[in-house]
């Protein structure tokens, strides 16, 4: 297991690494408009942009300038996002206080909407597939089948619609919106319960398509042989379920939730974008939209970061869930 | 002669299905006595497996409909509530399966899966149950017992698996034991290892047992009855000589015919019985062998042969006459099996 761990952590470091430099080519050596240019302004005369160039460390050759940004995203204090390459070439603003300012809202997004999607979507998947073919099931799998095709953008403003707006105008009461406002700590918005509806709207795609899974995961275990021992034996059609059937029918399940975790904890752009959330995502498409090339290759890290991490976890997981599977 | 330990009269088990209603088991009686052995011989598909499923509670009112009564010690299994079935399940019963590559659940520990089927029927200690559960694993036969009980299944081999499996099913001294083709899924040296394992352990345990094989080698020298099902019905039922030395039934016939002997010169190809077995939505009028029966006549594809017996015992559902079902048994069957 140890030396699975070294070798999957150089591994790591292998991906990072040729994502930064694939990041660094399109953003840098292949972009739409020179960078200093863009950087300078709209009324920049030609020698601002010279001048620009210069300061931003454009002129020098391209081992130098990657050498530079790679440098930066070595994790160690002083290097590690360091402020005279990381910074927004237009507000000037380090890469680094907006990434650790915005990584905690994303997180309590992600953690939040998983939790949301793990209750609704696991316990939808088991009753409908143990009560296979009765209502309670096929109301289950129109929600799925609903939640899988309904977009996230859309959905996301028919609950505002629904539960902010209209509600107020019905009944007086509705969701607080979920825009935070600046003086307001995220402690205080998570427990003004700014986060519901963004937690409901990212959830609802999981969870639908947790809900199927689990029932087909499960509906297939139940028809193994192991199943019918345990029935033999004389066990509570209870523990039968529970001990025997989602045992295995949820370890494919832990799989795919480490992959979608860590996949969010990169920013849910399009949820953060329509509740005006300042997390990861909405600074990356802040920073794709004006080409702001160290903000992109700080998030891109971070996001990718977060994905490989993830799926190191994952298979570290299946070693301990799935007594078959071993690691050398 | 003393009350059966299970009695099975008229069993039906037919599933509905969108096709038609798959008539699995239909109109099966037999009786079993404490202490016996019972091999249930057929095809595919010829409602062996069903019927037992059906003895065990292991398939439902909910997936198909059951006429009948399984009489299991004076109680008929079909009236109980499924919570007491439940309790006989693994503890009256129990039951050993084809696959134990499969039938194992690749999660647990082996002496953890043992020690839940103790548990699920006595009220003891997991340390106590784990002893139990290690001194059976070391009944029937597997070696190191208590280093294997922590190992999984994946670890062990087919054989060792299997014999798991049957530790599994005697953990809790049941009265019957089912093995549904226990040997199928083995190497031919292994099959013989466990079907002696089996033997041997319903003299300890003093429990009945009913193998369940599509092979009448395999149960030649097992068995005390043999039952032979086609089609969800019973052809034939007899002791192991009715059998052997006399079957009386044409499908008989044919599955002594096609048992592969490695004791006797090869002197000729074997002779498999012509034809498939009969879809079982649409089962043959009359005797459902008949299609492939090459001694048919008038009768056959119009009534249903009732199951009878002539002496008591040795029972068959044939329209031939007896004088005709020994002369051609002599004639025909006996030389060449």
């Known amino acids: 297991m140890g030396r699975y761990l070294i070798r999957r952590t150089l591994f790591l470091i292998l991906v990072l690494f ?16 020179d960078p200093a240019r863009r950087a300078a302004g709209r009324r920049a005369t030609e020698s601002t942009i010279r001048q620009v160039r210069i300061n931003l460390g454009l002129d020098k050759p391209w081992y130098v300038q990657y050498g530079r940004f790679a440098k930066g995203l070595i994790p160690w204090p002083g290097f590690f996002l360091n402020e005279q390459v990381y910074f927004s070439y237009f507000n000037n ?42 209502f309670v099931d096929r109301a ?38 979920s825009g935070i406002p600046t003086e307001e700590s995220l402690g205080t918005a998570v427990l003004k319960g700014r986060f519901l509806l963004p937690w409901l709207v990212l959830s609802f795609t999981f969870a639908a398509f947790y809900a199927r899974m689990v029932r087909g995961n499960l509906i297939e275990t139940m028809g193994e042989d192991y199943i019918r021992t345990a029935r033999a034996k004389g066990l509570s059609e209870r523990r039968v379920i529970f001990k ?23 920013g849910a752009i399009i949820t953060e974008t329509v509740f005006r959330i300042h997390g990861l995502g909405d600074y990356a498409i802040r920073s794709l939209f004006t080409n702001d090339f160290p903000a992109v290759m700080g998030v891109t890290i971070f996001a990718s970061f977060f994905i490989v991490v993830a799926n190191l976890l994952v298979d570290v997981a299946y070693a301990f869930l799935d007594p078959r599977v071993r690691y050398q | 002669m003393a009350e059966p330990l299970l009695e099975v009269r008229d069993l039906k088990v037919h599933f509905p299905t969108e096709d038609g209603l798959v008539k699995a088991v239909d109109g099966v009686s037999l009786s079993l006595g404490q202490g016996e052995t019972l091999g249930v011989v057929g095809e595919s598909g010829s409602g062996k497996s069903v019927t037992f499923l059906s003895v065990m509670g292991l398939i439902t009112k909910k997936q198909a409909r059951i006429e009948g009564e399984i009489i299991f010690k004076g109680q008929n299994l079909l009236d109980l509530p499924p919570e007491e079935m439940r309790n006989i399940r693994g503890s009256g019963m129990s039951m050993v399966f084809q696959d134990p590559m499969t039938s194992l659940h690749p ?21 106590e149950a784990f002893a139990q559960a290690v001194s059976m694993l070391k009944r029937v036969g597997i070696p190191r017992p208590e280093e294997r009980a922590r190992q ?25 034991l089912i093995a549904d083709e226990p040997t199928t899924a083995l ?81 000729e190809r074997l002779r498999p019985i012509k034809g498939l077995p009969p879809s079982l939505i649409f089962v043959p009028p009359g005797c459902p062998f008949h299609p492939r029966c090459p001694y048919r006549f008038a009768p056959c594809d119009v009534e249903i042969p009732p199951l009878l017996s002539p002496d008591g015992k040795h029972a ?19 030389i060449r099996a």
């Open chain 1, 18 to 33: 040729i994502i930064s430099a694939l990041t660094f080519v399109i953003f840098l050596k292949l972009p739409a408009g």
């Open chain 1, 244 to 266: 025997h059937g989602l045992r295995a029918a949820l370890t494919p399940v832990v799989t795919m939730f480490g992959m979608d975790m860590g996949y969010l904890l990169g």
């Open chain 2, 187 to 267: 190497d031919v040296t292994v099959q013989a290892q466990i079907l002696d394992l089996i033997d041997r352990l319903r003299e300890e345990f003093n429990a009945s047992v009913v193998i369940i094989t599509h092979d009448l080698g395999v149960v030649a020298e097992h068995c005390d009855n043999i039952m032979v099902m086609y089609a969800g019905r019973v052809a034939e039922f007899g002791d192991r000589g009715d059998i052997y030395h006399g079957a009386h039934h044409p499908y008989t016939w044919g599955l002594l015919q096609s048992i592969t002997r490695v004791d006797q010169p090869k002197t």
């Open chain 2, 152 to 176: 999984f299944p994946h670890e062990f081999s087919g054989g060792m698996r299997q014999r798991a499996m049957i530790a599994m099913a005697l953990s809790l001294n049941p009265d019957l």
């Open chain 1, 140 to 177: 289950g799998m129109v929600f799925a089948l609903f939640g899988v095709s309904a977009p996230v953008f859309w959905l996301g403003f028919l609950f505002l619609f629904f539960f902010w707006f209209k509600f107020n105008q019905w009944f007086g009461w509705g969701f607080p919106p």
């Open chain 2, 316 to 334: 068959s559902a044939c329209h031939l006459p007896l004088e005709d079902k020994e002369r051609i048994f002599q004639e025909e069957v006996e």
């Open chain 2, 107 to 127: 999660y647990y520990r082996v002496g953890d899966q043992v020690v839940e089927a103790i548990r699920a029927h006595q009220p003891i200690p997991k340390k």
């Open chain 1, 93 to 134: 603003v380090p890469v680094k206080e907006q990434l650790y300012s915005r990584i905690p809202y994303t997180a309590v997004l992600a953690l939040g909407g998983a939790a949301t999607w793990l209750l609704l979507g696991i316990p939808i998947g088991i009753v409908s597939a143990i009560r296979r073919r009765s």
